[in-house]
């Protein structure tokens, strides 16, 4: 079956420039999860969907970052006026128990 | 606040070597402590996962050892191979706290 999909897989953008990164989960995971990873580095957690609820943005870095999912399935992160170090890949991931995590290929970011 | 901490940051074995990472965590309500294996170019991929009521877990290759009273857990990748080559997080939780990752060279 399919898995986690995101979409666009490279974006280059200018600083002070607004992207969209989306995300399609695999069809019935109720759970929703947003990462980010820097070069080389860990995954920062930013944000989780319950459905279409968020019960947990603690991660979001700032508030130029704001994500939304919508009929429970496809979810998009919203990065406004973007600064350099907003440049990482930005992975999605869905879970049917909150348990077994399924992530996607990632968005690899570029703000110039 | 760092709640996984995992060690090495880099680890380097010969083929047919055990790798061994390491990951301590503190947070006792975590239930849940899953290891991921990852490629360059792609997304963290379950490998395995155990549960705190077990002190080991074994698939194949791969063997979590869980101590609950230290709080830590480990992965050993036993015969070690070059397509083992990877960067690998452990994780705890439902909201999947990482560690930092080990990055695992296997030599030929």
């Known amino acids: 079956g399919a898995g986690v999909s995101q979409s666009p897989s490279n974006k280059v953008t200018e600083k002070g420039k607004d992207v969209e990164l989306r995300c399609d989960p695999i069809?019935?995971?109720?759970?929703l999860y947003w990462y980010r990873q820097s070069l080389g580095q860990g995954l920062e957690f930013l944000i989780y969907f319950q459905g279409n609820s968020a019960p947990d943005k603690s991660g979001l870095p700032s508030d130029r970052f704001s994500a939304e999912r919508t009929g429970g399935s496809v979810s998009t992160l919203t990065i406004q006026r973007t600064q350099q170090e907003d440049s990482a890949v930005y992975l999605c991931?869905?879970?049917?128990?909150?348990?077994?995590?399924?992530f996607g290929p990632g968005t690899r970011l570029l703000v110039l | 606040q760092q709640q996984v901490k995992q060690s090495p940051q880099s680890l380097i074995v010969q083929k047919g070597g055990i790798s061994i990472i390491n990951c301590a965590y503190e947070n006792t309500a975590f239930d849940y402590f899953p290891w991921y294996q990852q490629f360059p170019g792609k997304g963290p991929a379950l490998l395995i996962a155990i549960r705190p009521d077990v002190s080991e877990k074994k698939e194949g290759r791969f063997t979590i050892s869980f101590n609950k009273s230290a709080k830590q857990f480990s992965l050993h990748i036993m015969d070690s191979q070059p397509g083992d080559s990877a960067t690998y997080f452990c994780?705890?939780?439902?909201?999947?706290?990482f560690g930092g990752g080990t990055r695992l060279m296997v030599k030929p």
């Open positions: 991931a869905s879970s049917l128990d909150g348990r077994r995590v399924f």
């Open positions: 069809s019935g995971h109720t759970a």
């Open positions: 994780a705890a939780g439902n909201m999947l706290t």
